[in-house]
């Protein structure tokens, strides 16, 4: 776990580099990656023909099953449901409470994307998500160790 929160703020940082300091779009920066990925795995299939090394791939092994599919769309669709159901409700009027916490998170919302760039809030939310895996992974270990 404590891997992946490394591997999140490694990807996270050069994504905001590319996009916050380049000036460069999120298009770029996927054909940037598509170009070393396609290059990195010409290397590595040239380096095993010349070593002779058969590489057994199994093209389900990439696959997700249907089942999957489902469970991930609908995952969405209930995420995407939700929102709309809050915001049509604090939209309505009817639950005042719900209504001013929809326009105080509108406007902090609005004052940060004044302040920052897109890319900087993202990063700085990847970087907490990041931060928030490896304490949890660690008291979890500590706990487990007690």
């Known amino acids: 776990m404590v891997f992946e ?27 940037d990656v598509f170009i070393v990925f396609l290059c990195s795995l010409a290397i590595l299939g ?12 199994d093209p389900l092994h990439w696959q997700i099953s249907q089942n999957t599919a489902t469970s991930i769309f609908a995952c969405l669709a209930n995420t995407i449901g939700a929102a709309e159901s809050v915001l049509r409700v604090a939209a309505t009027g009817s639950d005042k ?15 940060l994307g004044r302040a920052l760039s897109g890319v900087t809030i993202a990063y700085i939310g990847l970087c907490l998500f990041c ?12 706990a487990n160790a007690s």
Not at 131 to 142: D, F, G, M, R, Y
């Open 5 to 31: 929160g490394f591997l999140g703020m490694m990807c996270g940082t050069l994504v905001y580099y590319h996009c916050a300091f380049r000036n460069s779009s999120v298009v770029s920066l996927l054909a």
């Open 131 to 142: 931060i928030h895996l490896i304490v949890q992974n660690s008291l979890e270990s500590n």
């Open 97 to 111: 409470r719900l209504f001013f916490k929809v326009v105080c998170c509108l406007y902090v919302l609005s004052v």
């Open 46 to 57: 040239l380096l095993f023909r010349h070593m002779t090394v058969d590489v057994p791939v």
